[in-house]
């Protein structure tokens, strides 16, 4: 059985022990699972599903970071009375290679300001991303293989 049904598990426990359902008091079951979990680690062998964890973690936090960001970025450049923009398409080489992890990353793109995922190439190797401003585009390369690629390869490979 997966660790993570088993935390799962361990919070519909603590909802029944504790005789609510409340999504607040499900959550802190959870967490109290994990916990649990956490102090029996090399017995149930879930030395993995923590590092995963931390590992998707730290994939949002980079989003959240970048998402701020980005968005000064893009209200910086809006609010410049002379706007000096390139905006263009360029082609990104993807080195990950599950739909799952294209997809995540199309997305974290695409809901990140002034650029926007358009299209995935047939033999999903490249994506085209259109960026507000395109003056750099080797640049927006690295930070996206540097960003987010390497942290969804981090979190779930």
Known sequence: MSVYLINILLA?????????FSLLNLLFGFLLGAGVLYLIREQVG???YFQRARRVV????????????????????????NMNLKPGIFAYPLKVDRDFEITLLANLIT????????????D???????????????????DIAEGFERKIMEAFR
Do not use: K, M, N
């Open 111 to 122: 809901l990140t300001p002034g650029t926007l995922s358009v299209d995935v190439s047939e």
């Open 12 to 20: 519909l426990a603590w909802g029944a022990v504790t005789g609510s």
């Open 58 to 81: 730290s994939l949002a936090l980079l989003f959240v970071y970048e998402l701020v960001l980005s968005a000064w970025r893009v209200a910086v450049l809006v609010l410049t009375p």
């Open 46 to 48: 879930s030395l993995g």
């Open 124 to 142: 999903r190797s490249i994506l085209y991303v259109h960026a507000i401003d395109c003056s750099d585009p080797e640049g927006t390369r690295q």
